[in-house]
Every structure is written in C-alpha cells, then in structure tokens.
C-alpha cells in the first residue's frame, strides 16, 4: 500500500511530465505547423493553375453542349415523374425556353418530418438554380442531402427526356 507522500510525489511527477509534454508538443507542432503551410502553399498554387485549366475547358465543352442541345428541346413546361423516397415524394416541374432550361420547381418535395423541411428548405432552391445554371442534372449533391438531390435529379431527368433536352 502505498503512503500518502508516494501518491502525492507521483502525481506532481505526472504533472510536471504532462506540463513537459504538452509545451513540448506545442512547441514541435508550431515549427512543424510552418514547414506544413509551406507545403500546402506550394501544393495550393499548383493545384489552382490545375482547377483554372479543367475548369475553362470544362466551361467550354458545357457551352457548346448546351447549345447542340437547345436545338433539339421542345419550348414549354414539363413536369417531372414522382420519385418516391423514404421521407416523401419528390416531383420536378422544368421550363424549356428557347431550347434551354429556364427554370425548375420542386412541385413535390419530402417534408413528412421536420429535418426533411429544414433540409428541403435550403436545398431544393440550390438545385433549382444549378440545373438552370448547368443545363444539366449531371452536378454534384449537396452535401447532408443525398436522397433529396437524387430524387430531384431523377424527376427532372423525366422532365428533361419529355422535352427532348439532351443538354
């Protein structure tokens, strides 16, 4: 069994080490911190010269695909098949104008509970405004909201293919 003085002198010993190791650390870690940013900061300039390259050949092969598509869609309003997830259905209402997407609804949108609404609330504008942005529904998800983005990219699909829209 172990005294009184003994535990007392072990844990000042172990606060002394813990005090030693976490200044240490800290210490280490800023030196370490700066070489790190460094790094990234050279891996940060070239990887944006990379994105600004993909990107404008990217815009320009989506331009010129929208446009060959534009011809092909028929002008007027289509509205979406239901797709039909485990937190409610989702529909997609698109309006072709001019061979090209003008703008896109959620007629339907799944809001049986209240995370669905708080989530369909702040992304059905964000994929309203990116299909119209794209011309296509071949974008990203947003992000906490897989279901609700692929249903909605699966009626507009329905509603794109109704048109014509190969975009």
Known sequence: MRTPAAFISGMATMGVLATGIAWGSGVVNASTDESAQDATD???ASTEST??????????ATESDSTSSAST???GTYVGDVVQTRYGPMQVEVVI??????????LQQPGDDRESQQINARVIPILNDAIVQYQ?????NVSRATISTDSYKQSAQSALDQAGFTG
């Open 136 to 140: 296509t529904v071949n974008f990203g």
């Open 51 to 60: 994105t600004t390259e993909s990107t404008d050949s990217d815009t320009s």
């Open 42 to 44: 050279n891996t940060s």
């Open 73 to 75: 869609a028929t002008d």
């Open 97 to 106: 104008t001019n061979g090209s997407i003008a703008s896109a609804t959620a």
